[in-house]
């Protein structure tokens, strides 16, 4: 499913987003990278309407988001934050249940299928076995897998994913990274990180995003678009782009 | 694991079950002895009347305009308010929040005081009381902002609400002639002793739709417990659903509160025993909420009723318990919120 902006603000009192016309394709993982507030975050929140955006301003398959009914949307698109707070210790398999939401009339309980979409969910991210552990039992890599486990079991096309790999080890965030490509590639969905590390994001990314001050600096195929000028210019730092078998790393 | 489970399953049930029996036993508790037998008689003898002439008239008296309307107000109350700070902590995903630190409880005591001072005991103080523990919230949440986030924020504007609305109590009090003032003065510290059919067939109905909506949400505060945001992109409409849950929160709180005064800490202590108990599923927390708070409340009242010949107001019985226990919770939690 395509997403397309045409045209989107968003102002925070010392903050303002700007993004003019972007389209993102089908079933590709898309990386967004710049510096500390250049907006990722509020661009990602944007994208999933989870901020209040204006009409006409972001069509999903060429349905206008900020036209749709909460569940509507929640069935196109699905934000994951960064990190879950844990005021409420709920058990795993009920976290994962509660993805079905936008399936489940607010005066209804979850029915068995909702039960077996968010088992399989919890499945396809290999965490079966902790269907009955409390969230508060996790560790931090375990508790990312279970919060795209609940974007699954919502089921949308696409999904936002907010600093994914953040407190990850250098396996666990391998192992993400896998996940997140069997997404695109199996579940044929639309993908969009934000992302720190630029190694990471031109490694496991088909697009990449510069963002800096609000604005998108430059898009365009990871391997085409990251050169050492760009980096240069968005990060106002200097910076080299380094190769080695196949894979780029970055000098500064 | 299993074993485990099905222990907490036959826990589940015997709370279920805990309200209907503890029901029976309190109206055969008072300070009127009459045996369990000569109750039943009783019970039997309204039915037909003619079948058991040998029942004293006292007896139906007692168990029909005394214990029934008061043991009926004990077991409603204790699941409303149980039910209620429930909901409230999880709508404001803070385990400490509950319909006294919003306003409702002291918004629902001006009205209803208000109504019975100026109107009288004909017009039903629900009303009054319904409507100014909504202006008590909804001034607690337009004030505190984005409050729900920012758990202080909605403390101190809390705090700030309900001593604006004491003090109009106070002045509804001062204007009270001596005589209403000694029944509100008894009424505000929480009793169950004024128990009517009359205030029954006010609150009571409002009492339930409240409890059945919140019901029917059971699931639902499960997503709203989580961060508005998330909520948000799982599909729910959160401003909406937070207006509903209010809303029937605060119509609950104010039907209760308005027939027995402020009765402090047990929507707040409830919910906490039950999520220790079983976990945090709201499908679970609401109705042993419910069941517990009810029970719980029946059990003070026998309490009150049988250990001794004068009356401590329930209120005053609960906040007694209630503030250790909340005091231990909060070191506890203290992690969660801060």
Known sequence: ?252 | MNGQNSRTKALAVFMLVLPLVLFFISLSIGTYGISPRGLFQAALSVVSPASHPEVPAAHRDILLRIRLPRVLLALAVGAALSVSGASLQALFKNPLVNEYILGISSGAAFGAALSLVFLGRAFPPQLAGFLFAAVAVGAVLLISGKAESHFISLLLTGIIVTAFFSALLSLVEFFASPYVLQALFFWLMGSLSLASWKDLYVSLPLIAAGLVVLYLLRWRLNVLSMSDEEARSLGVNVRREKILVIAATTLITAAATAIVGIIGWLGFIVPHLVRMMFGADNRRVVPLSAAMGASLMMIADDIIRGVSSFEIPIGIFTSLVGIPVFLILLKKTRKVWL
């Open chain 1, 1 to 252: 499913m395509s997403i397309r902006v045409a045209g989107l603000e968003f102002a925070y009192p010392k903050f303002s987003l700007r993004v003019e016309g972007i389209a993102f394709e089908t079933a590709k993982v898309t990386a967004i990278v710049g510096p500390n507030g250049a907006g990722k975050t509020t661009f990602l929140k944007c994208l999933g309407a989870v901020l209040p955006i204006p009409k006409g301003a972001l069509f999903i398959d060429g349905r206008d988001l900020a036209a749709l009914k909460s569940r509507e949307r929640a069935r196109l698109v699905c934000y994951v934050p960064q990190e879950h707070d844990t005021t409420f210790n709920y058990t795993v398999s009920d976290f994962v249940l509660m993805g079905r939401a936008a399936y489940i009339s607010p005066f209804a309980l979850p029915s068995h299928e909702d039960a077996e979409s968010a088992a399989e969910a919890l499945e396809f991210v290999g965490l079966s076995g902790f269907a009955d552990r409390a969230i508060s039992e996790l560790s931090s890599g375990e508790r990312r897998l279970v919060l795209i486990a609940r974007a699954l079991a919502q089921q949308s096309a696409v999904l936002l994913m907010d600093e994914p790999t953040t407190f990850l080890d250098p396996k666990h965030e391998t192992e993400l990274f896998r996940l997140i490509r069997k997404l695109a590639v199996e579940k044929k969905k639309t993908i969009l990180v934000t992302l720190h590390s630029l190694e990471m994001a031109v490694q496991h990314s088909d697009l990449m995003v510069f963002m800096k001050r609000g604005e998108v600096v430059a898009y365009g195929k990871s391997a085409e678009v990251f050169e050492d000028s760009l980096l240069e210019r968005v990060y106002d730092m200097q910076m080299k782009i380094i190769d080695w078998e196949g894979r780029k790393f970055v000098l500064r």
